[in-house]
C-alpha cells in the first residue's frame, strides 16, 4: 500500500507529491501526512502565513523570507499598518508643522521681520498624502523583492482540522501562522453619548481637508494630548476634555503635571473631571454638551456646559484589537476580556503553531516593540533560536506634546512598589532652555531621574522639553546596560544643552 507525503520543492507554492511506502514512514511523518490530508486539498500552502501587513507583520514576514520561509501576507487595506496609513507617520508630519508654527511666533524676538506666514492645510495634506503614498509602494516592493506574496483582503480562520484562513474565497495554510492585524480607535455608540457618531477618531483626523476653527478632543492618553497639540498649535480654538483630574495618567506624576500646564499655557481650554453628555448638529457646527463633578464634594452636584459651533469632536479614548471577522473563538485562540489576544512570552497563542504580536496583543503598543516581536519570532520558527524573544523592560518612549515628552523604565510610584519607598531615590530639575532666553514664548524642560538601592541603580528616566524627542534614544541605551547615577555623574557634560542638565544634578 502506498501512502502519499506531499514534499515542498522550492517553486514557490507549488506542491510535489512524493509516493512512498507505509513501512518507509516514522510515525511522527504518519502523523504529519495524515494531519495535511485533512486539511483541505485546494489550501495554498507556506511556511509562514502573517494576516496583516503592518508594521509586526511585515517585519516578521520579511525576517522569516530572509532565513528561507516561504511567506504570505494577507492585508485587507493598506500596507503598513496604522504607524504609516494613520498613526506615527503623518501624526510626524503635522507635529512637524506645528512647531514650524511655534517657531514663527518667536522670529521676531531672533531678529528676524516679515509680513505674516499664511499656513495651508490643504498643500500640508497633499504633501503628507503623497508622502505616505510612496510608503505603502516601497512596502510591497520591498515584499516583492523579498518572494513574499501578498494577498489582498480580509482573512478568516475556516473549521478545517488543520489551522486554515480563507481570503475571497481561497484557501491558505502553514504550520506557522502569525496574527498581526493591530488595533483600532475605540468608539462610543449613540446610545451611550447622544449624537456620538458625530464625532471623529484619530483616523479621521487624516481625513479632514481644513483645519477646524473649533476643536474639541475627548480623552486624556498620548493620541488626545498629541492631537489637540497639533490642533491649538496651528490655530485652532481647542478644548480638552478628560474624565479625571490629570492627563497622562500612566505616566510619571512630575511628567502628566507639567503637561497638563503646558497644555494650558499654549492656550488650550483643559476640562477635568468632565464628560461628554450629548452631542447635537446645528446650523453653526456641533453642540457639545459637557457635565462636570468635584470630586472632592460628597454630593451628586454636577455642572453641565455647552461649548458651541464645534467644527471637529475627535474621540480618543482609545484602542483596541482588530479581531473581528477573523473567527478566533473557531480556534480555541484566548483572548482576554478586552479581546486582546493573550500570548505567552515567546507570543504563542493558545493555538499551537498560531501566533500573535503587536497592537492585537494589548501590551505596549509601540510599532518598533512589534517590529521587534515579529523578527524575534521570525529568528525563533525559521533559525532555531529557541529562546529569542522580546524584552519588555525599559521601552523608550516619545509623547509629540508641546514641548515633547520623552520617557524610559519606571515612574516613581512603580518604584516604590517594587523595591520600597525606603530604597528609592529622585533627581530632578526644571529650567527654561536656552532656546527661550530670549523669547517671549516660553516653555519649560523638566528632567527627573528614579534610582534604587545603594548603587543608585538608574531605572526610570522622564522628561519634557525641546529636544526630548531625540535626546531619549542614547539614555535609552545607557538604562537598558545598567547605568548608575555615578555613571552619569561621571560623563562629562556637553554645553551649552539640555541633555547635560542629566549627567549635573545633584
Not at 503598513?80 to 512647531?99: Q, R, S
Not at 496651528?234 to 480638552?240: D, E, I, Q, R, V
Not at 515567546?346 to 501566533?355: D, E, K, L
Request: with cysteine; hydrophobic share 35%; net charge positive.
Amino acid at each position: 500500500m502506498l501512502f502519499v507525503k506531499k514534499c515542498r520543492l522550492r517553486l514557490g507554492t507549488v506542491l510535489v507529491s512524493l509516493a512512498l511506502p507505509r513501512q518507509f514512514l516514522s510515525s511522527f511523518q504518519r502523523q504529519k501526512v495524515i494531519r495535511r490530508s485533512m486539511a483541505s486539498d485546494s489550501a495554498t500552502r507556506f511556511d509562514f502565513l502573517v494576516i496583516g501587513g503592518g508594521s509586526g507583520g511585515l517585519a516578521g514576514a520579511r525576517r522569516a523570507a530572509e532565513l528561507g520561509a516561504t511567506t504570505a501576507v494577507i492585508e485587507s487595506h493598506k500596507l503598513g499598518g496604522t504607524c504609516v496609513n494613520v498613526g506615527c507617520v503623518p501624526k510626524k508630519v503635522m507635529w512637524n508643522a506645528a512647531v514650524h508654527a511655534e517657531y514663527l511666533h518667536d522670529h521676531s524676538d531672533y531678529g528676524f521681520e516679515g509680513g505674516h506666514a499664511h499656513f495651508s492645510w490643504a498643500t500640508l495634506k497633499n504633501k503628507r498624502d503623497a508622502y505616505v503614498s510612496r510608503l505603502n509602494h516601497i512596502y510591497r516592493n520591498n515584499l516583492d523583492k523579498a518572494k513574499i506574496e501578498t494577498i489582498l483582503g480580509q482573512a478568516r480562520f475556516t473549521d478545517d482540522p488543520e489551522p486554515t484562513v480563507e481570503v475571497n474565497g481561497k484557501k491558505y495554510t502553514a504550520p506557522h501562522i502569525l496574527i498581526a492585524t493591530g488595533g483600532r480607535p475605540s468608539v462610543l455608540s449613540d446610545s451611550d453619548v447622544p449624537g456620538a457618531s458625530l464625532g471623529i477618531t484619530s483616523d479621521g483626523f487624516f481625513e479632514l481637508e481644513s483645519l477646524p476653527k473649533r476643536s474639541v478632543i475627548v480623552g486624556g492618553g498620548y493620541i488626545a494630548v498629541e492631537m489637540a497639540g497639533i490642533l491649538s498649535t496651528l490655530g485652532s480654538k481647542t478644548s480638552l476634555i478628560i474624565r479625571t483630574t490629570e492627563v497622562l495618567r500612566n505616566f510619571d506624576n512630575f511628567i502628566s503635571t507639567n503637561c497638563a500646564k503646558e497644555l494650558q499655557n499654549s492656550g488650550i481650554e483643559l476640562w477635568k473631571n468632565t464628560q461628554l453628555k450629548s452631542v447635537s448638529k446645528t446650523d453653526k457646527g456641533l453642540e457639545v454638551t459637557l457635565v462636570t463633578k468635584d470630586p472632592e464634594k460628597k454630593n451628586d452636584e454636577e455642572r453641565i456646559n455647552t461649548i458651541q459651533e464645534v467644527d471637529c469632536l475627535l474621540w480618543a479614548i482609545g484602542r483596541e484589537p482588530n479581531t473581528s471577522g477573523l473567527n478566533l473563538s473557531q480556534m480555541g485562540i484566548d483572548t482576554d476580556e478586552k479581546g486582546n489576544i493573550v500570548v505567552d512570552e515567546f507570543q504563542n497563542t493558545s493555538r499551537s503553531g498560531i501566533y500573535a504580536v503587536g497592537d492585537v496583543c494589548g501590551k505596549a503598543l509601540l510599532t518598533p516593540v512589534a517590529i521587534a516581536a515579529g523578527r524575534k519570532l521570525a529568528h525563533r520558527l525559521f533559525e532555531g533560536k529557541a529562546e529569542s524573544k522580546v524584552d519588555y523592560s525599559n521601552i523608550p518612549t516619545v509623547v509629540f506634546s508641546h514641548p515633547p515628552i520623552g520617557t524610559v523604565g519606571l515612574i516613581e510610584e512603580e518604584a516604590i512598589k517594587t523595591r520600597g519607598k525606603e530604597n528609592v531615590k529622585t533627581y530632578k530639575t526644571s529650567f527654561t532652555p536656552m532656546y527661550h532666553a530670549i523669547t517671549t514664548r516660553k516653555t519649560q524642560c523638566i528632567m527627573k531621574l528614579v534610582c534604587v538601592g545603594k548603587e543608585e541603580k538608574v531605572v526610570g528616566l522622564h522628561m519634557q522639553g525641546l529636544g526630548c524627542d531625540e535626546m531619549l534614544q542614547g539614555f535609552a541605551v545607557a538604562i537598558k546596560m545598567g547605568a548608575t547615577k555615578a555613571d552619569f555623574d561621571k560623563t562629562i557634560a556637553i554645553h551649552p544643552t539640555s541633555s547635560e542638565e542629566f549627567v549635573t544634578m545633584r
